[in-house]
C-alpha cells in the first residue's frame, strides 16, 4: 500500500484539463517539497515537475504542479492523445527516511 | 545529454545475489547522487537507495539488510547488489540521478536509464 494515495485512473477528451490529487501526510509532502513522473507506457518514469511546480526544460506548459499542506496536485491543460500514461507523485519521508512514491494514475485520452 | 544504460542478467535463482551495474555517459559521476529504483511487473515505483561518488549511501530501510550500492569513479558508473532474492524481487530495475531527499538540486530523479527486466526463478 503506497504511502501517497493517488486516484487509480483518470480520464478526459482531447482538449479538456484534467488533475490528478496526490495525498501524503506530516512527514512527507507536509515538510517536503513533491516531484512528479510521468511514465508512458513500455518506457521508464521521466521527470515532469520537480519542487512541487517547477517544469524540467522541455517540458510543455500544459503541465503544472501545486502543493498545499500534505497534498499536491498535477493538472494538464489541453490534453493530448500522448499524454496517456501513467503520472506518479513522490516525495521524501523524514519519518522513515525513505523516498515514497504515489501508486500510480493511468490518464487515458478518450 | 546525461544518459544512464543498466546492465545484468535478466534471471537470477532464488536465493542468490543480484549484481546490476549502471554506466553513466554525458556526465561525470563524481558531481552528483545516484540511485536505484524499482518496478514489479503492473505495480509502482521503490526506491532501494542510493549513493554519493564518495562512496556515502542511503538505503531503503525495509531492503537494508540485503542491499549494498557501490561505485567505481573510474568507469564512471555504479552498482547494485540484492541478495537473498525471492519472487518478490522480480521487477524492472531502474538506474537515476539524484535521489538525496535533503538536498537540492539533488531531491529528484532525473534522468533514469530504459531499465532492466530482472526475474527471480528456479
Known amino acids: 500500500q503506497s504511502l501517497l494515495t493517488q486516484p487509480p485512473s483518470a480520464s478526459g477528451t482531447p482538449g479538456q484539463r484534467v488533475t490528478i490529487s496526490c495525498s501524503g501526510s506530516?512527514?512527507?509532502?507536509?515538510?517536503?517539497?513533491v516531484n512528479w513522473y510521468q511514465q508512458l507506457p513500455g518506457a521508464a518514469p521521466k521527470l515532469l515537475i520537480y519542487t512541487n511546480y517547477q517544469r524540467p526544460s522541455g517540458v510543455p506548459d500544459r503541465f503544472s504542479g501545486s502543493k498545499s499542506g500534505t497534498s499536491a496536485s498535477l493538472a494538464i491543460s489541453g490534453l493530448q492523445s500522448e499524454d496517456e500514461a501513467d503520472y506518479y507523485c513522490a516525495a521524501w519521508d523524514d519519518s522513515l527516511n525513505d523516498w515514497v512514491f504515489g501508486g500510480g494514475t493511468k490518464l487515458t485520452v478518450l | 545529454q546525461v544518459q544512464l544504460q543498466e546492465s545484468g542478467p535478466g534471471l537470477v535463482k532464488p536465493s542468490e545475489t543480484l549484481s546490476l551495474t549502471c554506466a553513466v555517459s554525458g556526465a561525470s559521476i563524481s558531481s552528483n547522487y545516484w540511485s536505484w529504483i524499482r518496478q514489479p511487473p503492473g505495480k509502482g515505483l521503490e526506491w532501494i537507495g542510493y549513493?554519493?561518488?564518495?562512496?556515502?549511501?542511503n538505503y531503503n530501510p525495509s531492503l537494508k539488510s540485503r542491499v549494498t550500492i557501490s561505485v567505481d569513479t573510474s568507469k564512471n558508473q555504479f552498482s547494485l547488489r540484492l541478495s537473498s532474492l525471492t519472487a518478490a524481487d522480480t521487477a524492472v530495475y531502474y538506474c537515476?540521478?539524484?535521489?538525496?531527499?535533503?538536498?537540492?538540486?539533488?531531491?529528484?530523479?532525473?534522468?533514469w536509464g530504459q531499465g532492466t527486466q530482472v526475474t527471480v526463478s528456479s
Open positions: 506530516s512527514s512527507n509532502i507536509g515538510r517536503r517539497t
Open positions: 549513493i554519493y561518488y564518495s562512496g556515502s549511501t
Open positions: 537515476a540521478r539524484g535521489g538525496n531527499g535533503d538536498f537540492y538540486p539533488y531531491n529528484w530523479f532525473d534522468p
